[in-house]
């Protein structure tokens, strides 16, 4: 088939490699106040800076002449799709987001989504992690999402609980030994 008469592919691809881990049915989309702030910085920055620049050189590629041999205009074309798939996401994603400040948590022992849990498994293993929001997660910085089966497990419990994690190696007890959340803001 010629190739003038293929289609390329723009579906709505917005859990593209782009994206973060689906939202489960019914399930909010929870995120933190600076969760939320990140996320809103990132599409602002799409839209107002990085996507004039690439319709900018796209435009001038495209003066140039032959498109089908201009890496300018080809992969500007492309980083094009790349960022109104992200923007569309992220849009999406905003949409829906339901702001929760773990900081009215503050002093409790119970834990909810924002906390910051030490707990030790039942192999002397201690771990901390941070409670958050699906699009807001950083595992290098020992984040888990609350959806996680960690987070789950968790979830609700106080200091000194001991709760079941199922593993695919097996059923695992982890004792929450620390809660903590952030100071609420200005005190």
């Known amino acids: 088939m010629n190739k003038a008469f293929t289609k390329e592919s723009d579906g709505d691809e917005d859990d593209a490699p782009l994206a973060s881990a689906p939202i489960p049915a019914g399930a909010k989309n929870y995120l933190t106040p600076q969760g939320h702030a990140r996320l809103r910085a990132e599409l602002l920055q799409l839209i107002d800076e990085e996507r004039p620049q690439v319709v900018e050189v796209v435009h001038w ?4 002449g032959d498109r089908s041999e201009n890496g300018d205009y080809l992969y500007g074309k492309k980083r094009l799709r790349e960022i109104d798939r ?14 929760v400040d773990p900081s009215v948590h503050a002093g409790s022992d119970q834990v909810f989504f924002g ?7 039942d192999l002397g293993e201690e771990r901390t992690v941070t409670i958050l929001g699906i699009d807001e997660v950083d595992t290098a910085h020992q984040q888990v999402s609350w ?22 190696a097996g059923l695992r007890t982890l004792e929450v030994l620390a809660v903590s959340y952030p100071e609420p803001a200005g005190g």
């Open 115 to 121: 906390a910051t849990v030490t707990y030790v498994d």
């Open 61 to 64: 590629a495209a003066l140039n």
């Open 147 to 168: 959806v996680s089966p960690v987070a789950r497990a968790l979830l609700k419990a106080h200091e000194g609980d001991e709760v079941q994690l199922q593993t695919p």
């Open 86 to 99: 992200r923007i569309r996401f992220l849009t999406k994603r905003l949409e829906i987001a339901e702001v």
